[in-house]
């Protein structure tokens, strides 16, 4: 038998399968665990002690901007290259660098990490902080943000996110993962350690799909707090890591007209009938040409009167008189009847001629004697004068 069978009956190929299957789901890396101070031995002389059989080399090109700074530091790079023995060249006219090994060359990976280091330098990366990636336990990562939003003041809007107000956010990051993290153009430039780029590659990438980078570095600080406890160290810390729901977006606009799916059927749909079907169904397939032309002209002639009796009406409309409103008749209320105190009125008719100015009393007085002597000697008087 090609495959033998274990003792319940399952064969060892189907249980690999599902041992992979299992394997990958969880990372090689989170399972492997390195004593504290723990070094890898340095790559010496000693260790190949012929060199290399073969030259190899790597170029890359910087933008017009960097001109200037890669010259000012050019001679410090060529001399950190120096003690691993690559070569390195800077053409301007070209706007480009490489680097290659020599004879004395004796690391293989000292070339890849040169690779590395003119990368770096070409996507803004100072010397200061390009030169730790020629170190044993420092590596680079180049992550592409440019083509992972369409819009652009979208994107600009996200990378402005990773930054941070005045940078804080990137630095927290950097401080997280002990990474260096250099945000330029359409690139993500982080150098530092394996387990730290891996990170900010997770943090960079979420960010772009519209994940907060504050979620991500908040998991972060609870992971450095539960690794400084021993106990906690091999346990599961899913318990302990917040978990961020999204909030429930408003439900998207149906539009006004809805397009129905038809249901699916293997048949074709029937085809359309022909002239010559609709003839032979009629009949008038058969007919003498003769024949079809006068029906065609009566059919013809059908339609003008038709036509004409429409256009008549419609002429016809403009002699016809309008509808007259019918009058409104006025409804005369009827008077209510009401009770009135007669008498009460009376007396406040009388109040109100008392109080007005100037006017006659009610019941006048008599007029005396002496006041009536009076008026008459002043009559006399005057008609004398």
């Given amino acids: 038998m090609a495959s033998s069978m274990t003792g319940d009956g399952v064969s060892e190929a189907q249980t690999g399968k ?4 299992t394997k990958n789901h969880t990372d090689d890396s989170e399972l492997l665990s390195v004593p504290d101070g723990w070094k890898e031995a340095s790559f010496t002389r000693e260790d190949n002690p012929r060199g290399l059989l073969e030259e190899s080399s790597f170029a890359t090109l910087f933008p017009k901007y960097r001109e200037a700074y890669l010259k000012e530091c050019w001679p410090l790079v060529e001399k950190a290259l120096g003690d691993t023995h690559v070569k390195a ?11 290659c090994t020599s004879k004395k060359t004796f690391d293989p990976y000292a070339i890849l990490r040169a690779r590395d280091l003119i990368k770096l ?19 680079c990562d180049i992550i592409k ?14 990378r402005q996110r990773l930054i941070g107000p005045k940078g804080s956010t990137l630095k927290a990051l950097e401080l997280l993962t002990n990474c260096y993290v250099m945000v ?19 943090v960079v990438m979420d960010t772009m799909k519209n994940i907060h980078p504050i979620y991500n570095i908040k998991t972060l600080m609870i992971k450095r707090e539960l690794s400084k406890d021993e106990d906690l160290r091999l346990q599961s810390w899913e318990r302990f890591l917040p978990k961020f729901r999204h909030k429930n977006l408003a439900k998207r606009r149906e539009p006004k007209k809805k397009s129905v799916k038809k249901e699916y059927t293997p ?13 032979l169904a009629t009949g008038e397939f058969f007919l003498r040409e003769s024949v079809k032309k006068r029906k065609k002209m009566e059919e013809v002639k059908v339609k003008q009167a038709e036509a004409l009796t429409k256009k008549q009406e419609e002429r016809n409309k403009a002699f016809i008189p309008p509808k007259e409103k019918p009058l ?11 009770k009135l105190d007669i008498e009460a009125i009376k007396e406040k008719v009388k109040k109100a001629k008392t109080k007005r ?22 009559s006399k008087t005057k008609n004398k004068g």
């Fill in 89 to 99: 060249t800077l053409d301007l006219i070209e706007g480009s660098i490489t680097v």
């Fill in 121 to 139: 330098l070409s996507r803004s990366v100072p010397f200061e902080q390009a030169v730790r990636i020629l170190q044993d336990d420092m590596a």
């Fill in 357 to 378: 100015l100037g006017a006659p009393p009610v019941n006048p007085a008599p007029p005396t004697s002496s006041t009536t002597g009076k008026k008459k000697k002043k």
């Fill in 184 to 202: 330029q153009g359409n690139t993500v430039s982080a150098l530092g350690p394996f387990n730290g780029l891996k990170e900010v590659r997770k």
């Fill in 328 to 338: 409104m008749k006025k409804t005369m209320k009827a008077p209510t009847e009401s």
């Fill in 18 to 21: 599902k041992s992979k299957k």
């Fill in 267 to 279: 048949f074709p749909p029937p085809q359309p009938e022909s002239t010559v079907d609709r003839e």
């Fill in 145 to 158: 943000i440019g083509t992972l939003v369409r819009n652009r003041e979208r994107f600009v809007k996200r």
